[in-house]
């Protein structure tokens, strides 16, 4: 862009961040993490339907196996980081008082940890046979 | 303040909804609600985690009227936020931006996503044995 004029000073212009003050990385994460969660998403359920109502021994030695295991946590981390970045964006356009705003995202941020991390344990006892 | 006699831009409700202003919006409601599913889905693991009893517990509710209406709102909730989410990203790409094929992909997301839950239910009564 020949922005040589603009009102953004130099330094502004060299990190470009703009005005959200973070730039594309959210922009860009939501997008790869949306592209990995697509195959993820698709293999999950499928694999969910073939397990329809099956029993707690089925259950358990399927997600406690290795490539089962490892896609699972995969798609919790993907999904939990994915879902914080969206609402992110939802609360910041729907909440305009700064206080509010901030803790909001501050209390999605942490329940996505929260509970990313509650689903990855899960999964990990039943794996190791807890 | 001599700004609040500025002129607005006219609110949402002005603007009669159109079929792809629909969809836009229906992907962050969809979006929201799958963020809200996920608390089932991470109560499920946990359950699963914690024991047989625990696990029978969470599949009798699951499994219960209720939690099945609710997994059926989920399922199809989840195929629209994907198909659709492969059209934005179309669009990322900077394809897709015609009218026609704008309505187009719309449609596609939306029959897909009642086909996919459709078929994800059929083949799940199937495997339960009550197809």
Same mark, same amino acid.
């Given at each position: 862009?020949?922005?040589?004029?603009?009102?953004?000073?130099?330094?502004?212009?060299?990190?470009?961040?703009?005005?959200?003050?973070?730039?594309?990385?959210?922009?860009?994460?939501?997008?790869?993490?949306?592209?990995?969660?697509?195959?993820?998403?698709?293999?999950?359920? /499928?694999? &969910? #339907? !073939?397990?329809?109502?099956?029993?707690?021994?089925?259950? *358990? $030695?399927?997600?406690? =196996?290795? @490539?089962?295991?490892?896609?699972?946590?995969?798609?919790?981390?993907?999904?939990?980081?994915?879902?914080?970045?969206?609402?992110?964006?939802?609360?910041?356009?729907?909440?305009?008082?700064?206080?509010?705003?901030? /803790?909001? &995202? #501050? !209390?999605?941020?942490?329940?996505?940890?929260?509970?990313? *991390? $509650?689903?990855?344990? =899960?999964? @990990?006892?039943?794996?190791?046979?807890? | 303040?001599?700004?609040?006699?500025?002129?607005?831009?006219?609110?949402?409700?002005?603007?009669?909804?159109?079929?792809?202003?629909?969809?836009?919006?229906?992907?962050?409601?969809?979006?929201?609600?799958?963020?809200?599913?996920?608390?089932?889905?991470?109560?499920?693991?946990?359950?699963?985690?914690?024991?047989?009893?625990?696990?029978?517990?969470?599949?009798?509710?699951?499994?219960?009227?209720?939690?099945?209406?609710?997994?059926?709102?989920?399922?199809?909730?989840?195929?629209?936020?994907?198909?659709?989410?492969?059209?934005?990203?179309?669009?990322?790409?900077?394809?897709?931006?015609?009218?026609?094929?704008?309505?187009?992909?719309?449609?596609?997301?939306?029959?897909?996503?009642?086909?996919?839950?459709?078929?994800?239910?059929?083949?799940?009564?199937?495997?339960?044995?009550?197809?």
């Amino acid at each position: 862009m020949a922005d040589k004029g603009g009102l953004r000073s130099p330094l502004a212009r060299a990190s470009g961040l703009g005005p959200a003050k973070n730039g594309v990385g959210h922009w860009w994460a939501q997008r790869v993490t949306a592209v990995a969660l697509v195959p993820l998403v698709i293999w999950f359920v /499928a694999s &969910i #339907v !073939l397990l329809s109502n099956c029993s707690y021994e089925r259950f *358990t $030695a399927w997600i406690g =196996s290795p @490539l089962p295991a490892v896609l699972t946590i995969l798609l919790i981390v993907a999904t939990f980081h994915h879902a914080q970045l969206g609402l992110q964006v939802v609360i910041e356009d729907y909440v305009h008082r700064e206080g509010t705003k901030l /803790a909001g &995202i #501050v !209390l999605v941020k942490l329940a996505a940890f929260a509970l990313g *991390t $509650a689903a990855v344990f =899960s999964v @990990l006892k039943i794996a190791f046979g807890g | 303040m001599a700004s609040d006699n500025r002129p607005l831009s006219p609110h949402l409700q002005i603007y009669k909804p159109q079929f792809t202003s629909v969809l836009s919006i229906l992907h962050r409601i969809t979006g929201v609600a799958l963020a809200l599913g996920t608390l089932l889905l991470v109560y499920w693991l946990m359950a699963a985690a914690a024991g047989p009893d625990r696990f029978a517990q969470a599949q009798g509710l699951i499994g219960s009227i209720v939690g099945r209406l609710l997994l059926f709102g989920w399922s199809f909730a989840l195929f629209y936020h994907l198909l659709n989410g492969i059209r934005h990203l179309f669009w990322d790409a900077g394809k897709g931006f015609e009218l026609k094929t704008a309505f187009i992909s719309g449609w596609l997301v939306v029959a897909g996503a009642v086909l996919f839950t459709l078929i994800a239910w059929i083949l799940a009564y199937s495997v339960m044995g009550g197809v």
